[in-house]
């Protein structure tokens, strides 16, 4: 079942290791079959490097599992209602990979709660505006469904944000959860969201009292990378 994806969420899972963006287990994405409203997504504590496609783990909208011999991570939850939101929000056709990871940068500006200001077109081509950090969760969400209730504050964050415009997002006191596409577009997303976090540091450590970009070069560089009159690369020709 769904064996292509399950080689792609394999792939993107294993690029975590090769862009540096994880230690030991410390992450997990997924990819979802919109048609059938199935989840694929890493098995729990499994070391990247050791894992076959046969190890992936088909959950349900549910968050139950339909194929499997491994359990599913433990992130599971959060991943399912993601995908939940986005559906909602019709963003089926934008949407087809989650990632989580705990990689170092981002993972500093999730623990200080503070949110990544957009300082330069770096940034800009990829994220649409200042990173978003979610408040913290509640001593009863931690004690009751704390997995899906990460989810629950990471959609109250973009109640009112594009999550296309914006794929990624700050848990306070956690770390980053990325999404894009595809299970390797998520990477990337993350894997951007790393550097540009790292910058962020760094130009503030040089200039405390550093401004974000001006709003116009920010919407310039983002558009023209995304939307309609994206002119970047060569999806034109």
């Excluded at 994806?5 to 899972?13: C, F, I, P, S």
């Excluded at 077109?121 to 997995?147: M, N, S, W």
């Amino acid at each position: 079942m769904l064996e292509d994806l399950k080689e792609k969420v394999l792939n993107a899972n294993q690029s975590l290791v090769k862009y540096g963006l994880v230690t030991l287990t410390w992450g997990n994405v997924s990819g979802i079959d919109w048609e059938r409203n199935l989840i694929v997504i890493k098995p729990s504590g499994v070391e990247y490097g050791k894992m076959t496609p046969d190890n992936m783990v088909v959950v349900n909208m549910d968050g139950k599992m339909v194929e499997g011999k491994l359990n599913p991570s433990s992130d599971t939850p959060t991943h399912v209602e993601l995908y939940k939101a986005f559906f909602e929000r019709h963003l089926e056709n934008d949407i087809g990979g989650i990632t989580h990871s705990h990689s170092e940068y981002a993972t500093i500006f999730a623990q200080a709660g503070i949110v990544i200001p957009c300082f330069g077109t770096t940034h800009a081509d990829h994220f649409k505006g200042a990173i978003p950090v979610t408040r913290f969760l509640t001593i009863e969400e931690v004690k009751e469904g704390y997995e899906l209730n990460t989810g629950k504050i990471i959609i109250e964050c973009f109640k009112n944000v594009n999550p296309v415009a914006m794929p990624g997002v700050l848990v306070r006191g956690h770390a980053p959860f990325t999404w894009g596409k595809s299970p390797e577009e998520s990477v990337k997303n993350s894997l951007a969201l790393e550097r540009i976090a790292k910058m962020a540091l760094h130009s503030l450590e040089l200039n405390p009292a550093l401004k974000g970009l001006p709003d116009y070069i920010m919407k310039k560089h983002f558009n023209r990378k995304h939307g309609e009159d994206a002119y970047y690369g060569q999806h034109n020709k």
